[in-house]
């Protein structure tokens, strides 16, 4: 199968037109490391929102511990509002089986109670393996299981995604 | 074919056990001290609870006496998830004469995960991991003059806390080095992590020879070995540890070794002072400069609790 080509930077601008619309007023974006946590800052200041975006790590919560040990080096999670009572929009790069924004959800209860919380990601790559769907998606496309879709940002800012055999 | 990989690791270079910092790569020390960090800001949560360790069990072996680093391995475990057991070895079978392999070969039969063990003979830990069963992990707690890993990388977690690069420092540590399995993994950890200068600063009754080898330089005057330090580590007299006449009196320890706040005014102006706890204060250190601007001997506490967080967190999600 080719592999799709990908304008990331068309997406982004879908994603923000997305995000717009799913934003509750008063809401925050936090951006899943790292991929998310680059579009939420751009979403960030392209919004015009106060104060700083949040970020969040799966490290801590992830379900599959047992098999690959604890990651190294991820940045740690930083929120930089109270979780109770907030309206959360969580930011991802790709949407696959899930368990990422599962064990991220886990992550932000270790933080108070949200009083939503909604899913914004620039590609779902279907292959669900948890009832999971995103407030909005860029992108819907289908990519085999044995190869994975990363995003990258380069030094002038810049989105750009490639598909990669997955590790 | 005798294997000559190190016990703490497996076959893919992850760490199983912790025994010794002694021989560990330097980018294993680093990945313990950045998961540490990780799990100092899950220490300032309102839920300071992981799952990372839900239905393991951990076993607090600990063979010789100690509150302060059980409690705070009992913490670490507790705040990953894990059911901890306290090993109460003066009214065990130990005391019956029960061997430790059989002690160890028993409660790994009640499905013991990993073991934390503190043990008077340096090496019973090693021992032990090469007896237990491939899925249960052990952690060296400190055995006999040997290693006290845990704390080797405390301390350097807190150097690196607050001095950022390992590799311009100055580092003194001062007092009972002989007796003293502390001194032995501050040296491991702070050369293994590119540490200049270590000097091992005591009288000569307490500063074994040898030190030379491992990079140390050994100074039998105090203010010799204070000048310009940016750490300065001082250990407790091992009364315990000591057979003996190594010293007159400790108020003789005091009058030339003691850490004043004259003797610390030698040292780098931002230096810092650590102790590994239990301090005695007027023998090796005084009230003033233990409760002083430059001391952070109790933040070292709060990284102790992450760094044991990190160790077994490390340890229990790699397979053997």
């Known amino acids: 199968m080719t592999a799709p080509s990908l304008d990331a930077e068309a997406l982004y601008a879908e994603l923000l037109a997305g995000v717009r619309r799913l934003l509750p007023s008063g809401g925050v974006l936090v951006g899943v490391w790292s991929g998310g946590a680059w579009l939420a800052e751009r979403l960030h200041a392209d919004l015009g929102l106060p104060g700083a975006c949040g970020v969040i790590s799966s490290s801590l919560h992830r379900d599959d511990y047992a098999r690959r040990g604890l990651a190294a080096g991820k940045a740690p999670t930083r929120l930089p509002f109270a979780v109770d009572g907030a309206h959360i929009v969580l930011v991802d790069d790709v949407l696959h089986t899930g368990r990422t924004v599962r064990a991220v959800i886990n992550e932000l209860y270790d933080f108070g109670r949200p009083a939503s919380v909604a899913l914004a990601v620039l590609v779902d790559r279907g292959g669900r393996e948890l009832p999971i769907e995103p407030g909005c998606a860029a992108a819907r496309i289908a990519l085999p299981p044995n190869q994975a879709l990363s995003l990258a940002r380069e030094p002038s800012g810049g989105f750009s995604l490639a598909v990669e055999p997955r590790r | ?320």
């Open chain 2, 1 to 320: 074919m005798l294997s000559r990989r190190n016990p703490q690791l497996n076959a893919h270079g992850e760490l199983i056990h912790l025994l010794s910092v002694e021989g560990l790569p330097r980018a294993v020390v680093e990945h313990i001290l950045d998961t540490a960090a990780t799990f100092l800001s899950v220490n300032e949560r309102e839920v300071k609870k992981l799952p990372l360790l839900r239905g393991k069990s951990v076993f607090n072996l600990f063979f010789e006496n100690s509150t302060r680093t059980r409690t705070t391995f009992e913490i670490a475990a507790n705040r990953l998830g894990a059911d901890v057991i306290n090993l109460d070895i003066a009214r065990s079978s130990t005391a019956k004469g029960e061997s430790l392999l059989d002690t160890v070969a028993n409660l790994s039969a009640m499905h013991a995960d990993l073991f934390v063990v503190r043990h008077a003979d340096s090496g019973a830990p090693y021992l032990i991991a090469q007896h237990c069963a491939p899925q249960v992990h052990v952690v060296n707690a400190g055995d006999g003059r040997h290693a006290h890993p845990t704390q080797g990388l405390l301390d350097a977690y807190t150097i690196r806390h607050y001095k950022g690069d390992f590799t311009r420092l100055r580092v003194a540590i001062v007092g009972d080095i002989l007796h003293s399995r502390v001194a032995r993994s501050d040296i491991h950890a702070l050369t293994t992590l590119g540490v200049p200068e270590i000097r091992a600063v005591g009288p000569r009754t307490l500063v074994p020879g040898d030190l030379a080898a491992m990079g140390v330089r050994v100074c039998h005057d105090l203010a010799e070995g204070l000048r310009g330090a940016d750490v300065v580590i001082m250990l407790r007299l091992q009364n315990e540890r000591m057979g003996g006449a190594l010293l007159p009196s400790a108020g003789e320890f005091y009058k030339h070794w003691g850490l004043t706040e004259a003797r610390l005014a030698l040292a780098a102006p931002d230096c810092i002072v650590m102790h590994p706890g239990p301090i005695n204060r007027g023998v090796e250190i005084d009230s003033a400069v233990a409760d002083g601007a430059h001391s952070v001997i109790l933040p070292q506490v709060g990284f102790g609790i992450a760094v044991r967080m990190a160790v077994m967190s490390i340890i229990a999600g790699n397979e053997a």
